[in-house]
């Protein structure tokens, strides 16, 4: 069975860094392409940032683009998310996800596992 575990989430303030990590168990990750997504009060999921297992290509939200890193480390089966320069309209529950294939990344409806999420609050 395999599960995503995020952790990493909090409350901080504007202009203000924080590290996003998603565990993930039950299966290796060779392949495919792993993501952030977050969705905050009374909006749909979003896509955050995503990155491919083979070759390291990244893709970015144009909202969080220059701002947000997102990085993986293939011996820990794990991938992360740096968020710098927080800004209150980042404020929302962030979850990781993983698909086997690596067409596509930003549509949630492709991912085939999601973690539970973890809670940004950015105070401005």
């Known amino acids: 069975q395999v599960q995503l575990v995020e952790s990493g989430g909090g409350l901080v303030q504007a202009g203000d860094s924080l590290r996003l990590s998603c565990a993930a168990s039950?299966?290796?990750?060779?392949?495919?392409?792993m993501g952030w997504f977050r969705q905050a009060p009374g909006k749909e999921r979003e896509f955050v940032a995503a990155?491919?297992?083979?070759?390291?290509?990244?893709f970015y939200a144009d909202s969080v683009k220059g701002r947000f890193t997102i990085s993986g480390d293939n011996a820990k089966n794990a991938w992360y998310l740096q968020m710098n320069s927080l800004k209150s309209e980042d404020t929302a529950v962030y979850y990781c996800?993983?698909?086997?294939?690596?067409?596509?990344?930003?549509?949630?409806?492709?991912?085939?596992?999601w973690g539970q999420g973890t809670k940004v609050t950015v105070s401005s």
């Open positions: 996800a993983a698909k086997e294939s690596s067409l596509g990344y930003s549509s949630p409806i492709r991912y085939d596992y």
């Open positions: 039950g299966r290796t990750f060779s392949r495919g392409t």
């Open positions: 990155i491919r297992r083979s070759g390291g290509s990244t």
